[in-house]
């Protein structure tokens, strides 16, 4: 994922540029890039394919010094890899880097053409430095220029950029990609991610859509979607510098399901333009292809078959496209049929699982549509042999127990159901709802994250059981395996998981005081069914802890557990729900005192068959 990092200061910004880069690093990038504003005015460009260590020994070779500067770390969406593509992108005297997507930059490439403009590059961002330009030329200052330009570009972006004729500020600005300024004491900073500022301030500046900001040694300003000038609230962080360890957090695991707000925001992050979702996002060709595609096969292993399960039933009921679902251990040793025009989606958090790579490979022996990779690992050979790669930008995550890995793949498939959705007839309306419903998930997450006191209590009656039953019903019912395999890969208490309407036909004879029955219960169309499933559990002495909607009417009864969840639209419960089965496994797994991070037997990329 792209990232930016910015500073004007009264000192050489080269170091804090590299520096924050770094910190960005593991969203993963292909090509890094710097630009300074010496003391004549002069524009010093450094950029590299590769690490940033590479750019870092370019820049030892040819030192870069000045005291306002902008820097940025590319993950490749238009144009190939290569150095004439990396950030930051010139025209005379006006450096730019940019994270998001400008949809309409072939209608600004032509016009800028015909007035003479050379592209140096096959980005959309080049565009944005040459329209300043051109408004510079005419005699504007940076920020007219910025404020001209701003409402020509369409789709979404978080912008940087500086003059070497005003080299005293910086312009930002932010639309549907994050950008945050770090408060310095005569020294400003912008970065992509506050992290990346943690070694020079932990004082940040969010900016909110649609804001426009300068920033100076002396101070920043920042001017709201309407031109009024606007006030937002300062943040002081806690996180240290080194917030790339557990931090404050016992964990890994610990540390990664309450990273999940933020990581599912992340997923989202220049994918959604008003409220509509980019078809860009799944890359240059994404129109043709989505035309094309009338069907879609899943394949993946553990967890990410399971986000897998979860999709079948949006792409079927609100894609209203005929999807299946393997796993890729099954898939690859097969012979299937795969009707043509089939978008064939691998769904893994490493993108080296062996079995996943292997199906695909299998797959692309077949005539497919295309091959789509969720992923979060940017420079892994799923991402390599695909197609198309749609990150899940979850960041690095460490515990073998995937947690923020398979809600941003549940995320990422939402997006990838929402635009096969548009091309089937879903209204303009209805894509409004989910949009919208997509975006409230790091609120409703971050609030079911508040029970974590409840659950842990909940965990102590669980933790001398040695046997757990799971239900749910519908795209629920993935959700309760996926609750099932948290409390067995880390707790090692035997748990399954059912569809909750298969209870009577062989489960049921298990129920008795010892098994204790967990039901994921959403107020959704099937409650009803899911009560009386209940109910059968609750007659035979079981004893039942039902996740439900506070709205949905469950009370506490002897024998009975009502954890009440926050009532959230049907699309995201299977996200929503996820979060407290992940919490009670990791508090049951803590009390029996195994090793949470490193479960025994199990690793956490499966690289071999
Ligand atoms: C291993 C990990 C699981 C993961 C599965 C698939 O079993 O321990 O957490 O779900 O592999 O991995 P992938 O990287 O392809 O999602």
């Known amino acids: 994922?792209?990232?930016?990092?910015?500073?004007?200061?009264?000192?050489?910004?080269?170091?804090?540029?590299?520096?924050?880069?770094?910190?960005?690093?593991?969203?993963?990038?292909?090509?890094?890039?710097?630009?300074?504003?010496?003391?004549?005015?002069?524009?010093?460009?450094?950029?590299?394919?590769?690490?940033?260590?590479?750019?870092?020994?370019?820049?030892?070779?040819?030192?870069?010094?000045?005291?306002?500067?902008?820097?940025?770390?590319?993950?490749?969406?238009?144009?190939?890899?290569?150095?004439?593509?990396?950030?930051?992108?010139?025209?005379?005297?006006?450096?730019?880097?940019?994270?998001?997507?400008?949809?309409?930059?072939?209608?600004?490439?032509?016009?800028?053409?015909?007035?003479?403009?050379?592209?140096?590059?096959?980005?959309?961002?080049?565009?944005?430095?040459?329209?300043?330009?051109?408004?510079?030329?005419?005699?504007a200052g940076l920020r007219a220029a910025m404020l001209a330009v701003l409402p020509r570009l369409h789709g979404a972006y978080a912008l940087a950029v500086v003059a070497g004729r005003e080299s005293q500020r910086m312009l930002l600005a932010r639309k549907g990609s994050p950008l945050v300024i770090g408060v310095g004491i005569g020294e400003h900073f912008a970065a992509s991610d506050a992290l990346a500022l943690l070694p020079v301030t932990n004082r940040f500046v969010y900016l909110e859509e649609g804001d426009i900001a300068e920033i100076r040694t002396g101070g920043y300003q920042i001017v709201d979607a309407q031109g009024q000038v606007a006030q937002r609230r300062l943040h002081v962080s806690s996180l240290s510098a080194d917030a790339v360890d557990k931090g404050t957090y016992r964990h890994f695991m610990q540390k990664e399901i309450f990273e999940q707000p933020t990581a599912l925001a992340n997923t989202l992050e220049g994918r959604l333009a008003g409220e509509r979702v980019l078809e860009a996002c799944l890359g240059p060709k994404a129109a043709d292809l989505l035309a094309r595609v009338k069907r879609v096969r899943l394949v993946a292993c553990g967890t990410s078959s399971h986000a897998g399960m979860v999709a079948r039933y949006w792409f079927e009921q609100i894609a209203k496209v005929p999807c299946q679902v393997e796993l890729a251990s099954e898939f690859r040793y097969r012979?299937?049929?795969?009707?043509?025009?089939?978008?064939?989606?691998?769904?893994?958090?490493?993108?080296?699982?062996?079995?996943t790579l292997e199906a695909l490979r299998?797959?692309?022996?077949?005539?497919?549509?295309?091959s789509l990779v969720i992923c979060n690992a940017p420079e892994s050979s799923l991402v390599r042999e695909s197609d198309i790669a749609l990150m899940t930008h979850a960041g690095p995550e460490r515990s073998v127990a995937s947690t923020k890995a398979f809600t941003t793949q549940l995320m990422a498939l939402a997006l990838v159901m929402l635009l096969l959705a548009r091309r089937n007839?879903?209204?303009?309306?209805?894509?409004?709802?989910?949009?919208?419903?997509?975006?409230?998930?790091?609120?409703?997450?971050?609030?079911?994250?508040?029970?974590?006191?409840?659950?842990?209590?909940?965990a102590e009656r669980l933790m001398h059981k040695n046997h757990a039953l799971f239900l749910g019903r519908g795209a629920m019912s993935p959700v309760a395996m996926e609750g099932a395999l948290k409390l067995k890969e880390i707790s090692y208490i035997h748990a399954e998981a059912y569809a909750a309407g298969e209870l009577k036909h062989g489960p049921l004879a298990l129920v008795d005081e010892h098994m204790p029955v967990i039901a994921v219960a959403p107020n959704d169309e099937l409650l009803e069914k899911v009560k009386s499933n209940l109910q059968e559990v609750a007659a035979r002495g079981g004893e039942l802890i039902v996740f439900a909607d506070r709205e949905a009417g469950f009370k506490d009864a002897p024998g009975v557990t009502v954890i009440g969840m926050p009532h959230a639209d049907e699309l995201i419960d299977p996200i929503v729900y996820t979060i407290p089965m992940q919490l009670l496994a990791y508090h049951v797994a803590v009390l029996r005192g195994t090793d949470v991070d490193q479960p025994r037997n199990l690793a956490k990329s499966v690289t071999v068959e």
């Open 335 to 355: 012979d299937p049929v795969i009707e043509p025009d089939t978008l064939f989606i691998t769904i893994s958090q490493s993108g080296e699982t062996a079995d």
């Open 1 to 139: 994922m792209c990232g930016i990092v910015g500073a004007v200061a009264q000192r050489n910004v080269t170091p804090i540029l590299i520096e924050g880069l770094r910190r960005l690093e593991y969203r993963g990038y292909d090509s890094a890039g710097v630009a300074v504003v010496g003391a004549q005015g002069e524009l010093q460009l450094t950029r590299a394919v590769g690490k940033v260590a590479q750019l870092d020994e370019s820049l030892e070779q040819q030192p870069n010094e000045g005291r306002t500067g902008i820097a940025h770390t590319r993950w490749a969406t238009h144009g190939v890899p290569a150095e004439r593509n990396s950030h930051p992108h010139v025209s005379g005297d006006i450096a730019v880097v940019h994270n998001g997507i400008i949809e309409n930059h072939e209608e600004l490439r032509a016009e800028l053409q015909a007035k003479g403009y050379v592209f140096a590059s096959e980005t959309d961002t080049e565009v944005v430095a040459h329209l300043v330009f051109e408004q510079m030329k005419d005699g």
């Open 425 to 458: 007839g879903l209204s303009a309306e209805e894509e409004r709802r989910h949009v919208k419903s997509l975006e409230s998930v790091a609120r409703v997450v971050e609030a079911v994250l508040q029970q974590d006191r409840q659950l842990q209590k909940l």
């Open 362 to 370: 299998h797959a692309k022996g077949k005539d497919i549509a295309a």
